[in-house]
T-cell receptor, first 115, second 113 residues
Framework: ETGVTQTPRHLVMGMTNKKSLKCEQH?????MYWYKQSAKKPLELMFV???????ENNSVPSRFSPECPNSSHLFLHLHTLQPEDSALYLC??????????????FGPGTRLTVL | GQNIDQPTEMTATEGAIVQINCTYQ??????LFWYQQHAGEAPTFLSY????GLEEKGRFSSFLSRSKGYSYLLLKELQMKDSASYLC??????????????FGTGTQLKVEL
């Protein structure tokens, strides 16, 4: 257990569905991240939130919409996804996002399949 | 941008030593991380290097040469449970402030009897 939880662990959705992924960290950290991990590809950073403010968006399509209501919770809202969006979506947290060494703690991930 | 290269797969014998290399090209290097990821699980932090040299932590050590854009992860006294993917990640400073962390594709290590 890393102190970062994600729900659901598995999700199957159609291209017209709307769903949300949830991440919660119990470590008192101030930065939270969404990553996408596809088969045979490097881990891709999607979004970074630092003190609830989005500080990075790595050219992610608008069908992915993040939300960070407080430093402990992070959501990823999904709508009109494509089959190529099927991947493992990982949430991570760290003490702070920038300027200094900060170890990231990862959640177990949500395995998303888009039909 | 960044270019991170590491071998796709390696095989080693239980009890042996294995070295996993990572080379990178970056414009504003600000640290290198190694993570371990077992199949179906989240990555877990192993080590961090920002200065040249060797960092030792139990059976695992990580080395960095900034001038060569090179790092390696050394695993000693290999155990079957060390079979996993090992991810090299490089952080570099970005224009306007802040850092960006980019991961390599990972090296799948298989430990055999």
């Amino acid at each position: 257990e890393t102190g970062v939880t994600q729900t659901p662990r598995h999700l199957v959705m159609g291209m017209t569905n709307k769903k949300s992924l949830k991440c919660e960290q119990h470590l008192g950290h101030n930065a939270m991240y969404w990553y996408k991990q596809s088969a045979k590809k490097p881990l891709e950073l999607m979004f970074v939130y630092n003190f609830k403010e989005q500080t990075e968006n790595n050219s992610v399509p608008s069908r992915f919409s993040p939300e960070c209501p407080n430093s402990s919770h992070l959501f990823l809202h999904l709508h009109t996804l494509q089959p190529e969006d099927s991947a493992l979506y990982l949430c991570a947290s760290s003490q702070k996002a920038d300027l200094s060494y900060n170890e990231q703690f990862f959640g177990p991930g949500t395995r998303l399949t888009v039909l | 941008g960044q270019n991170i290269d590491q071998p796709t797969e390696m095989t080693a014998t239980e009890g042996a030593i294995v070295q996993i290399n990572c080379t990178y090209q970056t414009s504003g290097f600000n640290g290198l991380f190694w993570y371990q990821q077992h199949a179906g699980e989240a990555p877990t932090f192993l080590s961090y290097n920002v200065l040249d040299g060797l960092e030792e932590k139990g059976r695992f050590s990580s080395f960095l040469s900034r001038s060569k854009g090179y790092s390696y992860l050394l695993l000693k006294e290999l155990q079957m449970k060390d079979s996993a993917s090992y991810l090299c990640a490089v952080r570099d400073r970005i224009t306007g402030g802040g850092n960006k962390l980019t991961f390599g594709t990972g090296t799948q290590l298989k430990v055999e009897l």
